[in-house]
């Protein structure tokens, strides 16, 4: 008898200890609460950094110069134009730029030049910490989608997908007119009332601006493809930056979310294994909904196949989920790309077309 009860015991604690080692998933960590940047005026300090790819000076330069026509102040950090092959910078000079842009005291908002590549190598190196205690305006979209996830799950700071100096605000012709209406309305006080929150029709009609440009008129609708409604918190990005963090610390948190995903330059079969990835991790077993923004193909690439296009990989993944799925939501490597605040409780009504913001993702003065 006893030695039945020391071998019984011998297993509990050889169990136990195999469960102990076990490494914490992602979705087991408890979600920080949320933390707001206050919202941009006339005066504040716009801080320019590179956390990725190294920049194009003369698009940035633009940038600058139509921002402080805004009545924004600029900076940029001494070195912002260095390059180490096709990245900005050595991981820690670019980790070292990102954090001092948030610990200096005098930066009410932080906008990365341009995505491409590099913020996968540096988010470990972030003292997530400090920037909990600096909450500031950030903003960014394609490979910012890595700083993106890991600052909101990291320290519940709502951030920005949006248009960026590069590609946008630095462009020839300007923010297109439906791009700036939504990434000013995000980020400017002066856009917020009383009520809190506000919401984007993506179904547009065409309208005017007070120049008489016209808004939206190369604004195509987004499509119900499957109808409903939800709510969760924003999260999310770019799919290939989402599948490269996949199995590290920082690795997308999708359970009771509204997940975005987009992407450029892949070719059907590409995106097919990429969101195979996320099926086999559960990433859609539990999500709110979800938010399909652009997926555009090289241009030069010659198609894989031909057996199935885009838009039959993706209602393959998403037409018969058990959640809202609304697909070519105008967000992504797209003139027309839609600035969306991360990390914020949202209403998604696949149905019709909307996305509500049912908070501020900015602090009024």
Known sequence: MKSTVSLVSFYLAMFAATNCHQPARAEDSPAPAPIFPKALAAGDTIMFIAPA??????????????????????????????????????????????????NDPEVDAIFPGTGGYGTTRIVDDLDYDAIRRHPKVFVGFSDITALHIAINQKTGLVTFHSPNPEWGLGSPDDLQPWAAKWFWRALLAKEYGQRPGYEIFAKPTTQQTAEGKSLDADVPPAVTLVPGTARGRLIGGNLSVVHALMGTSFEIQTEGKILLLEDVGEDPYRVDRMLSTLKLAGKFDHVAGIILGCFNRRRDEEPWSDDWSMNDVLADYFAHLDAPVLEQFPVGHVPFNTTLPIGVESELDATAGTIRFLENPVRLP
């Open 53 to 102: 790819k190294y920049l194009d000076e003369p698009r940035v330069q633009l940038a600058k110069r139509r921002l402080e026509e805004r009545g924004f102040k600029v900076r940029f950090p001494k070195t912002l134009f260095r390059k180490y092959g096709y990245l900005a910078g050595s991981d820690q000079e670019r980790a070292a730029e990102v954090m001092a842009a948030f």
